[in-house]
Nanobody, 128 residues
């Protein structure tokens, strides 16, 4: 079992930045993939970015086209924490953001149904 806890959401103006954090606890040594997803009211949850740990502690990051070049996913294994640095934010980035984890590698961005453990969301609001 893994318990992810997301934080760092807030309200900023368009063009601004936010950094989300996701602290994981529990069986973290078996995590191979973590990801960020977001969901607006009435819409399906969508993948934003994922990061997987490969052989030799190599990392593989994937991004949704809509955030490439603006968002950066990273992790601090020692702190069992996942991050999402979000720059040049747009009103369209307004959503509830969730972090998730699973014990197998993510080939690509991954879909919500691929992930096993979910944290509660954190709200990001971007004003124009």
């Amino acid at each position: 079992q893994v318990q992810p806890v997301a934080s760092g959401g807030g309200s900023v103006q368009a063009g601004g930045s936010l950094r989300l954090s996701c602290a994981a606890s529990g069986d973290t040594s078996n995590i191979r993939c973590m990801g960020w997803f977001r969901q607006a009211p009435g819409k399906e949850r969508e993948g934003v970015a994922s990061i997987s740990t490969g052989a030799g502690n190599s990392y593989y990051a994937y991004y949704a086209d809509s955030v490439k070049g603006r968002f950066t996913i990273s992790q601090d294994k020692a702190k069992n924490t996942l991050y999402l640095q979000m720059n040049t934010l747009k009103p369209g980035d307004t959503d509830v953001y969730y972090c998730a984890a699973r014990f197998s590698f993510c080939w690509g961005l991954g879909s919500p149904t691929d992930m096993t453990y979910w944290g509660k969301g954190t709200l990001v609001t971007i004003s124009s």
